[in-house]
């Protein structure tokens, strides 16, 4: 397994996303660009424009939730502003999250985008560290 990468798995007619790497933080944000990917490549995005989000969860800042919330957060904004991302720098410090997406807005002719992901789903949810040491953060999309 590479330092830090992500990959697609198949679950019925939705679709997994797996990220993993050194940092929870690196994990997290292959685990984006795994969603990116599930509508485009993400190497025809490019990182010109940066969006922040912040969450917080209100519980015992259970990983798996956070995740859950990030990619929902992240699908929102591919939504209402009508871009696709493809770098993903984030920040975890207990129960916050906060990370800047970067991307532009879709451009049908150049990404060709395949389909449009609904929301993150609890099904498959993981976020762990491996025996290697590396983190693996992973849920299947709806699509």
Known sequence: MAEAGWE????M?????????PTLEEAFAQ???ALTAVTTDPARVEPRQAVT??????????LELLLVD???????????????????DV???DRRLRA??????VDRARHQPAVEVKGATFTELKVTRS??????????LDV
Request: glycine share 10%; hydrophobic share 45%; charged share 35%.
């Open 8 to 11: 697609h798995f198949e679950h």
């Open 13 to 21: 007619a939705d679709i997994g996303v797996r990220g993993w790497g």
């Open 31 to 33: 685990a984006a660009l």
């Open 53 to 62: 989000i912040e969450l917080e969860r209100d519980d015992d800042g259970d």
């Open 70 to 88: 990030f990619l929902d957060a992240v699908i929102y904004e591919m939504a209402v502003r009508k871009m696709l991302f493809s770098r993903f």
């Open 91 to 93: 920040e975890i410090d």
């Open 100 to 105: 800047t997406l970067w991307g532009e807005p």
């Open 131 to 140: 025996d290697d040491g590396r983190w693996i953060a992973q849920c299947v």
